[in-house]
Protein backbone atom coordinates (compact mmCIF):
# COMPACT_ATOMS: atom_id res chain seq x y z
CA UNK A 1 0.00 0.00 0.00
CA UNK A 2 1.49 3.34 -1.08
CA UNK A 3 -0.03 6.72 -0.29
CA UNK A 4 1.22 10.58 -0.27
CA UNK A 5 -0.03 13.65 0.99
CA UNK A 6 0.81 16.23 -1.39
CA UNK A 7 2.34 15.49 -5.20
CA UNK A 8 4.59 18.12 -7.27
CA UNK A 9 5.55 17.99 -11.26
CA UNK A 10 9.13 18.90 -11.50
CA UNK A 11 12.35 17.83 -12.87
CA UNK A 12 14.56 18.60 -9.79
CA UNK A 13 13.19 19.37 -6.54
CA UNK A 14 15.54 20.42 -3.93
CA UNK A 15 14.70 19.49 -0.12
CA UNK A 16 15.80 22.71 1.88
CA UNK A 17 16.92 20.52 5.19
CA UNK A 18 19.22 23.45 6.37
CA UNK A 19 18.72 26.91 7.82
CA UNK A 20 18.12 28.44 4.53
CA UNK A 21 16.37 31.15 3.09
CA UNK A 22 14.11 30.84 0.28
CA UNK A 23 16.07 34.07 -1.23
CA UNK A 24 19.62 32.67 -0.26
CA UNK A 25 18.82 30.15 -2.76
CA UNK A 26 18.01 32.05 -5.95
CA UNK A 27 20.68 31.92 -8.09
CA UNK A 28 21.17 27.87 -7.61
CA UNK A 29 17.77 28.11 -8.39
CA UNK A 30 18.59 30.10 -11.80
CA UNK A 31 21.52 27.74 -12.51
CA UNK A 32 19.39 24.75 -12.40
CA UNK A 33 16.52 25.96 -14.20
CA UNK A 34 18.50 26.85 -16.96
CA UNK A 35 18.55 23.14 -17.68
CA UNK A 36 15.04 21.64 -16.20
CA UNK A 37 12.35 22.52 -14.29
CA UNK A 38 13.14 23.14 -10.56
CA UNK A 39 11.11 23.26 -7.24
CA UNK A 40 11.97 23.85 -3.68
CA UNK A 41 10.37 21.98 -1.17
CA UNK A 42 10.83 22.59 3.07
CA UNK A 43 11.61 19.90 5.57
CA UNK A 44 10.02 21.46 8.17
CA UNK A 45 6.33 22.02 6.57
CA UNK A 46 6.90 17.92 5.24
CA UNK A 47 7.54 16.67 8.43
CA UNK A 48 4.05 18.40 9.72
CA UNK A 49 2.10 16.16 7.23
CA UNK A 50 4.02 12.64 8.61
CA UNK A 51 5.02 13.06 11.90
CA UNK A 52 1.45 11.94 13.53
CA UNK A 53 2.06 9.03 11.67
CA UNK A 54 5.13 7.71 13.32
CA UNK A 55 5.04 5.10 15.90
CA UNK A 56 1.09 3.75 15.04
CA UNK A 57 2.20 1.12 13.31
CA UNK A 58 5.28 -0.24 14.75
CA UNK A 59 7.07 -1.02 18.58
CA UNK A 60 10.11 -0.44 16.21
CA UNK A 61 11.78 2.52 14.59
CA UNK A 62 15.00 2.61 12.15
CA UNK A 63 16.49 6.08 10.95
CA UNK A 64 17.50 4.69 7.65
CA UNK A 65 21.43 5.85 6.85
CA UNK A 66 21.82 9.74 7.82
CA UNK A 67 19.40 11.38 6.49
CA UNK A 68 16.91 9.04 8.07
CA UNK A 69 18.56 9.56 11.41
CA UNK A 70 18.30 13.27 11.48
CA UNK A 71 14.59 13.18 10.12
CA UNK A 72 13.82 10.81 13.01
CA UNK A 73 15.46 12.68 15.79
CA UNK A 74 13.66 15.65 14.26
CA UNK A 75 10.34 14.30 14.33
CA UNK A 76 10.85 12.16 17.47
CA UNK A 77 13.57 13.32 19.23
CA UNK A 78 17.12 12.13 20.03
CA UNK A 79 17.72 8.68 21.20
CA UNK A 80 14.02 7.57 20.11
CA UNK A 81 14.66 6.04 17.13
CA UNK A 82 17.66 3.47 16.18
CA UNK A 83 19.77 3.95 12.92
CA UNK A 84 20.89 1.24 10.08
CA UNK A 85 23.83 2.54 8.55
CA UNK A 86 23.91 2.94 4.86
CA UNK A 87 25.88 4.41 2.09
CA UNK A 88 26.97 3.84 -1.94
CA UNK A 89 30.54 3.14 -2.88
CA UNK A 90 30.71 4.94 -6.07
CA UNK A 91 33.62 3.15 -8.52
CA UNK A 92 34.19 4.03 -12.53
CA UNK A 93 30.36 5.37 -12.30
CA UNK A 94 28.73 2.71 -10.55
CA UNK A 95 28.11 1.88 -6.81
CA UNK A 96 27.95 -0.73 -4.28
CA UNK A 97 25.07 -0.13 -1.79
CA UNK A 98 26.40 -0.62 1.88
CA UNK A 99 24.66 -1.52 4.53
CA UNK A 100 26.01 -1.67 8.04
CA UNK A 101 24.34 -3.76 11.07
CA UNK A 102 21.77 -1.49 12.92
CA UNK A 103 23.44 0.38 16.01
CA UNK A 104 21.12 -1.62 18.39
CA UNK A 105 19.48 -5.35 18.20
CA UNK A 106 16.18 -5.15 17.29
CA UNK A 107 12.93 -5.84 19.88
CA UNK A 108 10.52 -8.12 18.98
CA UNK A 109 7.56 -6.49 16.73
CA UNK A 110 6.79 -4.65 13.54
CA UNK A 111 9.06 -1.90 11.84
CA UNK A 112 8.59 1.39 10.94
CA UNK A 113 11.71 3.05 8.22
CA UNK A 114 12.12 6.27 8.27
CA UNK A 115 14.14 8.54 5.28
CA UNK A 116 14.24 11.29 3.69
CA UNK A 117 14.04 10.25 0.07
CA UNK A 118 12.67 7.04 -1.52
CA UNK A 119 13.73 6.95 -5.27
CA UNK A 120 14.20 3.04 -7.27
CA UNK A 121 13.43 2.09 -3.22
CA UNK A 122 17.06 -0.56 -3.55
CA UNK A 123 18.02 1.00 0.01
CA UNK A 124 14.48 0.49 1.27
CA UNK A 125 14.03 -2.81 -0.21
CA UNK A 126 17.97 -3.85 0.63
CA UNK A 127 17.11 -2.17 4.74
CA UNK A 128 14.11 -4.60 4.57
CA UNK A 129 16.06 -7.95 4.26
CA UNK A 130 19.06 -6.83 6.17
CA UNK A 131 17.08 -6.60 9.34
CA UNK A 132 14.49 -9.60 8.81
CA UNK A 133 15.69 -11.78 6.40
CA UNK A 134 13.09 -14.45 6.92
CA UNK A 135 10.29 -11.73 6.77
CA UNK A 136 9.16 -12.60 10.15
CA UNK A 137 7.88 -8.83 11.03
CA UNK A 138 5.54 -6.37 9.00
CA UNK A 139 7.66 -3.55 7.70
CA UNK A 140 6.29 0.18 6.98
CA UNK A 141 8.00 3.30 5.65
CA UNK A 142 7.73 6.92 6.49
CA UNK A 143 9.47 8.70 3.87
CA UNK A 144 9.63 12.65 3.56
CA UNK A 145 9.43 12.84 -0.52
CA UNK A 146 9.24 10.01 -3.10
CA UNK A 147 9.85 9.09 -6.39
CA UNK A 148 6.91 9.22 -8.73
CA UNK A 149 9.56 7.42 -11.40
CA UNK A 150 8.02 3.38 -9.95
CA UNK A 151 10.08 2.07 -13.59
CA UNK A 152 12.15 -0.10 -10.44
CA UNK A 153 12.15 -4.14 -9.42
CA UNK A 154 12.16 -2.61 -5.68
CA UNK A 155 8.93 -1.04 -6.42
CA UNK A 156 5.67 -2.21 -6.55
CA UNK A 157 3.20 -1.59 -9.42
CA UNK A 158 1.20 1.15 -7.21
CA UNK A 159 4.32 3.02 -5.76
CA UNK A 160 5.19 1.49 -2.80
CA UNK A 161 8.48 -0.65 -2.04
CA UNK A 162 8.96 -4.56 -2.24
CA UNK A 163 8.53 -5.99 1.35
CA UNK A 164 6.49 -3.14 2.71
CA UNK A 165 2.90 -3.58 3.62
CA UNK A 166 2.62 0.33 3.51
CA UNK A 167 5.03 2.89 2.64
CA UNK A 168 3.39 7.15 3.45
CA UNK A 169 5.12 9.23 1.51
CA UNK A 170 4.61 13.35 2.14
CA UNK A 171 5.83 14.41 -1.29
CA UNK A 172 5.04 12.82 -4.51
CA UNK A 173 7.64 14.19 -6.90
CA UNK A 174 6.29 13.81 -10.73
CA UNK A 175 8.78 14.40 -13.53
CA UNK A 176 9.27 13.66 -17.80
CA UNK A 177 12.44 14.15 -17.60
CA UNK A 178 14.01 10.84 -18.08
CA UNK A 179 13.59 6.71 -17.49
CA UNK A 180 15.98 5.68 -14.79
CA UNK A 181 14.44 5.88 -11.08
CA UNK A 182 17.67 6.21 -9.29
CA UNK A 183 18.11 9.71 -11.06
CA UNK A 184 14.41 10.89 -12.69
CA UNK A 185 13.14 13.30 -11.36
CA UNK A 186 16.19 14.32 -9.52
CA UNK A 187 15.51 14.57 -6.11
CA UNK A 188 18.44 16.52 -3.43
CA UNK A 189 18.65 17.44 -0.35
CA UNK A 190 20.80 20.85 0.37
CA UNK A 191 22.29 18.76 3.27
CA UNK A 192 23.94 16.98 0.88
CA UNK A 193 24.78 19.17 -2.27
CA UNK A 194 26.58 21.31 0.46
CA UNK A 195 28.70 18.89 2.14
CA UNK A 196 28.57 14.89 0.73
CA UNK A 197 31.56 16.12 -1.88
CA UNK A 198 33.80 16.03 1.65
CA UNK A 199 33.61 12.47 2.36
CA UNK A 200 33.07 11.64 -1.57
CA UNK A 201 35.02 13.72 -3.62
CA UNK A 202 33.16 12.95 -6.92
CA UNK A 203 29.65 13.63 -5.66
CA UNK A 204 28.70 17.16 -7.69
CA UNK A 205 30.89 16.11 -10.72
CA UNK A 206 28.49 13.01 -11.32
CA UNK A 207 25.57 15.37 -10.34
CA UNK A 208 26.88 18.43 -13.24
CA UNK A 209 27.66 15.16 -15.96
CA UNK A 210 24.18 13.96 -14.86
CA UNK A 211 22.19 16.80 -15.46
CA UNK A 212 24.22 20.24 -16.22
CA UNK A 213 26.33 19.10 -19.02
CA UNK A 214 28.95 18.54 -16.79
CA UNK A 215 29.82 22.29 -15.23
CA UNK A 216 30.96 21.10 -12.53
CA UNK A 217 32.74 24.28 -11.38
CA UNK A 218 30.10 26.52 -11.87
CA UNK A 219 27.79 24.04 -9.70
CA UNK A 220 30.13 24.09 -7.00
CA UNK A 221 30.27 27.88 -7.45
CA UNK A 222 26.92 28.17 -6.55
CA UNK A 223 27.77 26.96 -3.14
CA UNK A 224 30.06 28.53 -1.42
CA UNK A 225 27.58 31.53 -0.97
CA UNK A 226 25.38 29.27 0.79
CA UNK A 227 27.68 27.53 3.29
CA UNK A 228 28.48 31.32 3.95
CA UNK A 229 24.75 32.03 4.82
CA UNK A 230 24.59 29.05 7.10
CA UNK A 231 27.78 30.50 8.80
CA UNK A 232 26.14 34.05 9.35
CA UNK A 233 22.68 32.63 10.91
CA UNK A 234 25.07 29.76 13.39
CA UNK A 235 26.60 32.96 14.49
CA UNK A 236 23.90 34.89 15.19
Known sequence: ???YMKTEKTDFLLLNDMVLMETDLEDLIKFISHYMKCTVARTDELIE???PMTMTYSREVIGLGDGG????NRML???RIKKL???RE????DYNLRCDPPT???AIGNVQIIDDVVASGES???ARERLDPLHSRNFSGLILVSSGNFNSTFRSPDGGVVGYDKLTSALLVLGDSGSDPYWYPAIYSMRHLLFKQERDPQYLERVANRYFNGNTNSLKMMFKPLRQALVKDIDK
Open 49 to 51: LIQ
Open 1 to 3: MFE
Open 90 to 93: WKNG
Open 124 to 126: LYT
Open 85 to 87: PMY
Open 104 to 106: EPL
Open 69 to 72: ELLG
Open 77 to 79: GKG
